[in-house]
């Protein structure tokens, strides 16, 4: 499809386990973001990947958290040793370049018992 | 400290009346861009308006206009002819540059409720 692609769209684990996301952007944009969503709240920024520039990961929580780009295409956010309180939706944007405005995928729903 | 301030953390609103949802911004970057988002319940994020910086008007799409007071740091989005399926989410944000690019990020949002 044309828009972001996110997947799993659901995932369950157990405490304990790593998880790993996945984010495909739109083709040809450059910039792209992890966000994380907790349940009625607003959006956290996690990270953010522009084109070869190294990216700002001022937003990540603990060093559980790592996200990887390659190039200008796929992202993954990897969580280890989740816990409980990763529990949450983490969404994926991506944009062209430094303009426009973001364009969101559907969200990786977390959940950690 | 708070770069994206929403205080309303919920609004009602009269079908077909106007409402007006607060957005304070922080930032000392002369360039930057505002935007607002919709987040119905099915959790899709929806853009609804952008305005620059150095934008001199202030945006409108459609129903949607953006009360841009560069001044008072604030970026206010109204809504008029309110319409029920207008209820959800909206969020304000601002990307601003930093070592790299520009960084996007949110406020904690406001929940519209439009009544019938």
């Known amino acids: 499809g044309a828009g972001v692609s996110q997947s799993p769209s659901n995932k369950v684990t157990e405490k304990g386990k790593d998880v790993e996301l996945r984010c495909d952007p739109i083709?040809?944009?450059?910039?792209l973001y992890w966000y994380r969503q907790r349940l009625g709240q607003g959006l956290e920024f996690l990270i953010y990947?522009?084109?070869?520039?190294?990216?700002?990961k001022s937003g990540l929580p603990s060093d559980r958290f790592s996200a990887e780009r390659t190039g200008e295409s796929v992202s993954t956010l990897t969580i280890q040793r989740t816990q409980q309180e990763d529990s949450a939706v983490y969404l994926c944007?991506?944009?062209?370049?430094?303009?426009?405005?973001?364009?969101f995928g559907e969200g990786s729903r977390l959940t950690v018992l | 400290a708070q770069k994206i301030t929403q205080t309303q953390p919920g609004m009602f609103v009269q079908e077909k009346e106007a409402v007006t949802l607060d957005c304070t911004y922080d930032?000392?970057?002369?360039?930057?861009?505002l935007f607002w988002y919709k987040q119905p319940s099915s959790g899709e994020m929806i853009f609804l308006i952008y305005?620059?910086?150095?934008?001199?008007q202030n945006a409108t799409e459609g129903r949607y206009s953006l009360n841009f007071q560069k001044a008072r740091k604030s970026a206010n989005l109204v809504i008029s002819a309110s319409q029920l399926g207008d209820s959800a989410m909206y969020f304000c944000?601002?990307?601003?540059?930093?070592?790299?690019?520009?960084?996007?990020?949110f406020g904690a949002g406001t929940r519209l409720f439009v009544k019938a």
């Open positions: 944007a991506s944009s062209l370049g430094s303009t426009g405005e973001l364009f």
């Open positions: 083709s040809g944009h450059t910039a």
């Open positions: 990947f522009q084109g070869n520039s190294a990216p700002d």
């Open positions: 930032t000392s970057d002369p360039s930057y861009g």
């Open positions: 305005q620059g910086s150095y934008d001199q």
């Open positions: 944000a601002m990307r601003e540059s930093n070592t790299g690019g520009f960084k996007t990020i």
